[in-house]
């Protein structure tokens, strides 16, 4: 019997049997149609932002680190910051066909991970609330969340149902 290959990342074979399952990671957004599944994981103060279409069932997410940039610095990554990731999102959507008109969002993430009285121990917060000032400027609706606490989250749309569930360790799965 031979021992496990260490240069193996045990992630890797765990996805590696589901070609439908699309992990995306921090700063990154991904449009994709019905068959396929979009999850991120490791959310703590990020924010996952679903936003979905179910006429077309084709959805997008992205994994917001930041409400902005500060201080002038300028990301060549929109989806690091909430205030450039949901209307590029939703310009993305909008070249694959879907009318914002029918666009439904869902968010989880912003918890408190750090302590203290810095502006660090409040971007759990503020990521929320800058994710759901964006969308209210363009009249797209929240239909479910799972934000706050003090707990990373695991998030996971099938694109066929829009069926949405967040998974953490203290609380298990979730359905939103």
């Given at each position: ?115 203290g009285e810095s502006s660090v121990s409040t971007i759990g917060a503020r990521n929320v609330a800058a994710v759901k000032r964006q969308l209210a400027l363009m009249s797209i609706p929240v239909m479910a969340e799972d934000t706050g606490e003090a707990h990373a989250r695991t998030l996971e749309i ?19």
């Amino acid at each position: 019997m031979s021992s496990p290959d260490p240069q193996v990342d045990a992630r890797d074979l765990f996805f590696q049997d589901d070609p439908d399952l699309i992990e995306v990671g921090i700063g990154e957004l991904v449009i994709a149609e019905s068959p396929k599944r979009l999850m991120t994981p490791a959310l703590g103060s990020c924010v996952a932002l679903v936003l979905y279409d179910p006429f077309a069932r084709r959805g997008g997410l992205g994994h917001i680190m930041l409400p902005g940039p500060h201080n002038g610095i300028e990301d060549d990554s929109p989806g690091r910051f909430a205030d450039y990731a949901v209307i590029e999102l939703v310009r993305m959507l909008g070249e694959r066909g879907s009318f914002r008109r029918r666009i439904q969002a869902r968010i989880a993430g912003g918890a408190a991970m750090f302590r203290g009285e810095s502006s660090v121990s409040t971007i759990g917060a503020r990521n929320v609330a800058a994710v759901k000032r964006q969308l209210a400027l363009m009249s797209i609706p929240v239909m479910a969340e799972d934000t706050g606490e003090a707990h990373a989250r695991t998030l996971e749309i099938t694109l066929e149902t829009g069926e949405t569930i967040v998974r953490s360790y203290r609380f298990g799965m979730r359905k939103l």
